[in-house]
């Protein structure tokens, strides 16, 4: 059983690469005994047209709908409405726009594309070889940074993605970390432990721990998730997360819904 923690990144079939039926991500959460479970799908993109990476515009209404039904069927589990968006920053007006149409509980902001060059595709990962890898990191963390400092995302998931094909930066990162950190921390954006990069040829969760470390200097809060895009991969490697979370320094975490955050202590 993984600790009692919520976990907030959830996909559904919408996204075009997530497998099983919505109810069964729900039934997961449960039958480990999660406090609480968000979906965040994809939100559709606005600068390419692509049904295997997001939902289709036409899909969104269905997605939110299907989410607010379930809830009615497990209302034992607080089952929160949320979305990831892509941060893209000539698109960043249509976002905001396609955002306020909706009641999301929380929006996930994550940064997929470095002008429009998809860098966690597996199909486009030959790109990290003709590039440098430190002008590609710091490409990769101006854009979360840009990202947190919009205002439109609650949490940044993922935080250093760019690792998942295992590339890493030469250069001393530090600095840009703690602009990082205190571009979160003045917006009141949280930042979550990812457990999906433990299954990426990285290996690693995202973050690593000397960002979370960086996070932690500047109290910008955490969430959990597992960015699961099948049923069994709910609430995966909780206990890492939990772990990683302790040793950089955390004894609190934050619960989303509804717009607002509770703050409560990381179980032990
Ligand atoms: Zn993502
Ligand atoms: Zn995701």
Redesign the pocket.
């Known amino acids: 059983m993984p600790p009692p923690l919520p976990d907030y990144h959830v996909h559904t079939p919408y996204c075009g690469h997530a497998r099983g039926e919505m109810r069964d991500y729900v039934a997961a959460a449960v039958e480990q005994g999660l406090p609480e479970m968000g979906f965040a799908d994809?939100l559709p993109l606005f600068h390419l047209e692509d049904p295997t990476l997001a939902m289709p515009h036409e899909d969104l209404p269905r997605y939110v709908e299907s989410v607010l039904k379930l809830r009615q069927s497990f209302p034992g589990l607080p089952l929160r409405l949320g979305i990831?968006a892509d941060y893209v920053e000539e698109h960043v007006e249509d976002l905001a726009e396609l955002l306020s149409r909706y009641d999301f509980d929380y929006v996930y902001g994550?940064v997929?594309f470095i002008s429009g060059w998809g860098f966690?595709q597996a199909r486009f990962k030959y790109e990290f070889e003709r590039r440098d890898i430190d002008e590609v990191y710091e490409a990769y963390f101006r854009l979360v940074i840009d990202a947190a400092g919009t205002g439109l995302f609650d949490v940044m998931?993922?935080l250093d993605?760019v690792k998942k094909y295992g590339h890493r930066p030469r250069r001393d990162l530090t600095p840009i970390y703690h602009e990082l950190g205190e571009t979160l921390a003045a917006g009141g954006v949280a930042v979550e432990l990812n457990s999906s990069g433990l299954r990426k040829p990285v290996g690693e969760i995202y973050p690593t721990r000397e960002l979370l470390e960086v996070m932690h200097a500047h109290r910008v809060p955490i969430t959990f998730g597992s960015?699961a895009h099948k049923p069994g991969d709910v609430g995966r490697d909780f206990d890492r997360l939990l772990e990683l979370a302790r040793a950089a320094g955390y004894r609190e975490y934050v619960r989303l819904g509804r717009k607002e955050r509770r703050t409560v202590p990381l179980p032990s």
Do not use: A
């Open positions: 994809h990831e994550s997929h966690d998931t993922h993605v960015d």
